[in-house]
């Protein structure tokens, strides 16, 4: 079982609408999770860091956490071609001292 | 500028010609990695170092070894590279995980690409 899924996606929205990203995690201990947007060919960027339960805003970006169902997930509204890139969630493992990645989801906005 | 620094970003070599990718950064982090980026299998850790002269393994460190003498530098060697190890470097730094209220959260290099033949 992988530590961190998502789906690979392509998920294609039209602009304006509201792109929702779904992640699971396996590991129980996990304490910190992350979003990052990757454009192709370029390094993953910080976008979003969650580590309690509930909704954290930021601009157009809500992130959402469940502990219990062990899933984050990733709203982007009003979506903008400029946001077509791959989401990769991350997740932070105490134990394990590492960062652990998804495969990232894939976002078309299409004009 | 706060940033990782890596070298050479895109590189093409022949099977068995060592080769070494040098990371650098000057935020003063005491944690860095190594990952990994090869299509539909996301960033897998490489390598990882908690600070000086202290380096751990992580999910596929085979055919590739690495050295923390310095806080800044982190290189990446892989002494015999094979054809499997074409794929995307990243680099990464952090803050020590007891020392921030965001621990994992990871500053990354602008990539290297390697092609081995």
């Known amino acids: 079982q992988k530590e961190v899924e998502q789906n690979s996606g392509p998920l294609s929205v039209p602009e304006g609408a509201i792109a929702s990203l779904n992640c699971t995690y396996s590991d129980r201990g996990s304490q910190s999770f992350f979003w990052y947007r990757q454009y192709s060919g370029k390094s993953p960027e910080l976008i979003m860091f969650i580590y309690s339960n509930g909704d954290k805003e930021d601009g157009r970006f809500t992130a959402q956490l469940n502990k219990a169902s062990q899933y984050v997930s990733l709203l982007i509204r009003d979506s903008q071609p400029s946001d077509s890139a791959t989401y990769l969630c991350a997740v932070w493992v105490t134990g394990g001292f590492k960062t652990i990645f998804g495969a990232g989801t894939r976002l078309f906005v299409k004009a | 500028e706060a940033q990782v620094t890596q070298n050479p970003r895109y590189l093409i070599t022949v099977t068995g010609k060592k080769l070494t990718v040098t990371c650098s950064q000057n935020?003063?982090?005491?944690?860095m990695s190594w990952y990994r980026q090869d299509p539909g299998l996301g960033l897998r850790q490489i390598y990882y170092s908690m600070n000086v002269e202290v380096t751990d393994k992580g999910d596929v460190p085979e055919g590739y070894k690495v050295s923390r003498k310095e806080k800044r530098n982190f290189p990446l060697i892989l002494e015999s590279p094979s054809p499997n190890q074409t794929s995307l470097y990243f680099c990464?730094?952090?803050?020590?995980?007891?020392?921030?209220?965001?621990?994992?959260?990871?500053?990354f290099g602008e990539g290297s690409r390697l092609t081995v033949l």
């Open positions: 990464a730094s952090s803050i020590n995980f007891d020392r921030t209220l965001r621990p994992g959260e990871l500053f």
């Open positions: 935020m003063n982090h005491e944690y």
